[in-house]
C-alpha cells in the first residue's frame, strides 16, 4: 500500500479530542511513572483480510518501551508502521500476541474499553494535526478535557499552561489559520499532552513541514522527553529519526534492527 496520509475516522475523532465513547474521568487515569514499561508487545500478529486475500501485515513483532524513552520507527513503504502504531494507539486489534499498556493487559479488551484507555493513556499528534479552525488554540488544546469532565477554570489553566510549555504562551487567542505550520503542530502537541498521557505517539509528525518547522518541532520533542515524556514517534526521514534516542527499524512486518532494545 503506498504510503498514504489519510487517515481512520476515528483517528480523526481521537486527535479532535472527539471520543466514540464516554471517556472516563481524568481523575481515574492511574499513576503515570509506575516502573511498569509504557509499551510492552510480545509476539504480536496481525493480519488483514480483504475478500479472500490475507495481509500478514505484523508477523510476531516483540516490542518493550519504558518511561521516558524516546523511540523513532522507521522503515520502507509498507513495512508495518501504521499498523503498529495503530495497534499501540488501541486504534486496532491485534489478531495474536499481547499487549501491555503501562501495565495493563489491552490485548483482548473491547473496543469500548480500548477507546477509554486510550482517551487515558495516549496523546496522538498526527501528520495533518487536525486543529479545528474555529478554535483558539488555548481552546484547541482543552478540548479533551472537556470530554473528561474537567471545570473550565482548570481546563483552561491547564491549556495555557502547556501552550507557555511549547512557547506559544504569546498565541493562546490565535485561530489555527493565524499559525504557522511549526506553530500549529505545537498546538498539536500541546493538546496530546493535555490529558496527562503516559505516552505521546506521532505518526509522521514534521512531514508536512519546511525544515526551519521540522528543527523547531523537534526541538520541542526534545524538550518534552528530557521533561521525562515518553515519546514514540513513526518516520521516513533519517534525519528526524536521528533526533531521538533510539531507532526501531522494521521490514516486511517484522523488526529489522533496534538501537537500544530495553533488555
Ligand atoms: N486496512 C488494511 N487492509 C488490508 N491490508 C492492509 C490494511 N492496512 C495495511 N495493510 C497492509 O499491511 C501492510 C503494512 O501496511 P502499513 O502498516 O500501512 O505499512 P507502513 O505504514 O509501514 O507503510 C501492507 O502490505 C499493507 O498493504
Ligand atoms: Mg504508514
Not at 157 to 172: F, M, P, Q, T, Y
Request: with cysteine.
Amino acid at each position: 500500500m503506498p504510503e498514504s496520509t489519510e487517515q481512520t475516522a476515528a483517528q480523526i475523532e481521537v486527535a479532535a479530542g472527539i471520543p466514540e465513547w464516554p471517556t472516563a474521568p481524568i481523575e481515574q487515569a492511574a499513576a503515570p511513572h509506575s516502573a511498569e514499561p509504557v509499551v510492552d508487545i510480545r509476539d504480536v500478529r496481525k493480519v488483514y483480510s480483504t475478500g479472500a486475500v490475507e495481509v500478514e501485515a505484523l508477523r510476531g513483532v516483540s516490542l518493550r518501551v519504558d518511561a521516558g524513552e524516546y523511540v523513532a520507527i522507521m522503515g520502507p513503504s509498507g513495512s508495518g508502521k501504521s499498523t503498529l502504531m495503530n495497534i499501540i494507539g488501541c486504534l486496532d486489534l491485534l489478531t495474536s500476541g499481547s499487549y501491555r499498556l503501562a501495565g495493563e493487559d489491552v490485548s483482548h479488551m473491547s473496543e469500548e474499553d480500548l477507546a477509554m484507555v486510550r482517551n487515558r493513556r495516549i496523546g496522538f499528534v498526527f501528520q495533518q494535526f487536525n486543529l479545528l479552525s474555529g478554535l483558539t488554540a488555548w481552546r484547541n488544546v482543552e478540548l479533551p478535557l472537556t470530554y473528561a469532565g474537567v471545570r473550565r477554570t482548570e481546563r483552561k489553566e491547564r491549556a495555557v499552561r502547556l501552550l507557555e510549555r511549547v512557547g506559544l504562551g504569546d498565541r493562546i487567542d490565535h485561530r489555527p489559520t493565524e499559525l504557522s505550520g511549526g506553530q500549529q503542530s505545537r498546538v498539536a502537541l500541546a493538546r496530546a499532552l493535555v490529558n496527562r498521557p503516559s505516552m505521546v505517539l506521532a505518526d509522521e509528525p514534521t512531514g508536512a513541514l519546511d525544515s526551519k518547522s521540522t528543527a523547531d518541532v523537534l526541538s520541542v520533542f526534545e524538550e518534552l522527553n528530557s521533561d521525562g515524556h515518553t515519546i514514540v514517534l513513526i518516520t521516513h526521514e533519517a534525519d528526524v529519526a536521528a533526533h531521538a534516542r533510539r531507532v526501531v527499524r522494521f521490514r516486511d512486518g517484522l523488526i529489522e534492527s533496534d538501537s537500544g532494545a530495553a533488555r
